[in-house]
């Protein structure tokens, strides 16, 4: 069967809006900002409103062993893989109101417009709010069967142990293994999300197609030199470590300002003996590089590798990289990506494609099924911010692109995948 736009169904933008302003009162800030940490009071509330409005949808909610809340809307056949959607409501300090939140509740206001009309999909869909996505990321990691052994790397901010988070959600780290899904547990996986940068807002184009999140490497660069008075030691005599530092931060911005797509940042740099009248003799400075290749992200490393030696050798430092990050890219999905660009054609909606460079939930969950991500502009890419903001028609865009986009791989995902779920039912 081919899909056939139906033009009458849309979301209710503004029951999504009521819905977003609603949730930024939990946790709201003086400057009209939103502070909702994981597992905070705050987060708990949030979360509690959400299950209720996830059941008013017409949801059945559950908690998993990660501490992730699932709504789940029946499908025709009950036992076909779900149609997943969702993103998290924990934010950063100081965050805005739309970070993770959007995709959430534009994931319920969906179920809502199905549910009005008594529509069911033949997958059932689910909408997930994934826990702690802003710091360790715990909830999408489990279901991606990603976390590491040691539960102290997955500590809250103020170093509260992660059991007792996730038993204040209905978690439980002593069988948080069981949250892990296979692949035969999900049809596929679309995030919609605010994009958090400028190229949207800057392009006037309403809707993004995600190309993929960028994988990311961080190293932790150790310039060491000799650290001598500042006023005895001449000049052509000096090894100095913040001189050899200095050409390390601009080889690595030349890096990054090659042709193509990547980002190379130096965003933190420690001198010792950081005093004025002492010649810097070790240096310690990050490098983030992101790209949506893992063999540009190798040839660029090797790159500013090759310019460390020879700036190294000019300035009789040493120069050491320790790494301290490697996350490969998630490439989305060519036919999820197909699945948005078209539902845009057909919404008259205007859309580029673009590669996610922050963080998602959908990276993870890539691993374990074809992954899509939706999205809308940020103004003046503001985002991590009080300043964030996405207007309401923005938010209405992105969400009916994301319920047709659902219905769209609803009929997609009948085969080959669902078919055998489906017949048996
Ligand atoms: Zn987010």
Sequence with gaps: MVYQVASTLAVNGDRLSAMIRQLAQLGKLPNGGVQRLAFSPEDCHARALVRRWMVE????????????????YAGRFPDAPPLVTGSHIDTVPNAGHYDGT??????????????????????PIEVIVFADEERTMVGCKAIAGKLLPDPKLYRSRDGEPIQTCL???????????????????MAAFVELHVEQGPVLDMMEKQIGVVTGIVGQRRYWITVEGQSSHAGTTPMQMRQDALVAAAQVVLAINQVGHQPGDQVATVGRMDLHPNVPNSIPGRVEMSLDLRDLSSNRLDDLLAEIQQAIN????????????????????????????????????????SHCHLPSRASHDAQEISRVTDMGMIFVPSANGISHSE??????????????????TLMRLDQHYRSPKAITAMTRS
């Design 387 to 404: 300043l964030e903001y996405t207007s309401p028609e923005d938010c209405a865009n992105g969400a009916n692109v994301l319920l047709h």
């Design 57 to 72: 949808a017409g949801m059945t909610v559950t908690i998993d062993e990660a501490g992730n809340m699932i709504g789940r």
């Design 310 to 349: 020879t700036i190294a050798a000019n300035t009789g430092t040493r120069i050491s990289m320790a790494q301290r990050l490697d996350n490969d890219p998630a490439p989305a999905n060519s036919h999820i990506q197909n699945a948005i660009a078209q539902v845009c054609e057909d919404l008259n909606l």
């Design 102 to 123: 959007y995709g959430v509740l534009a994931g319920i206001e969906a179920v809502n417009t199905l549910s009005a009309q008594g529509r069911h999909l033949d997958h």
């Design 167 to 185: 038993e204040r959600v209905g978690g439980d780290w002593d069988i948080i293994q069981h949250a892990r899904r296979t692949p035969e547990s």
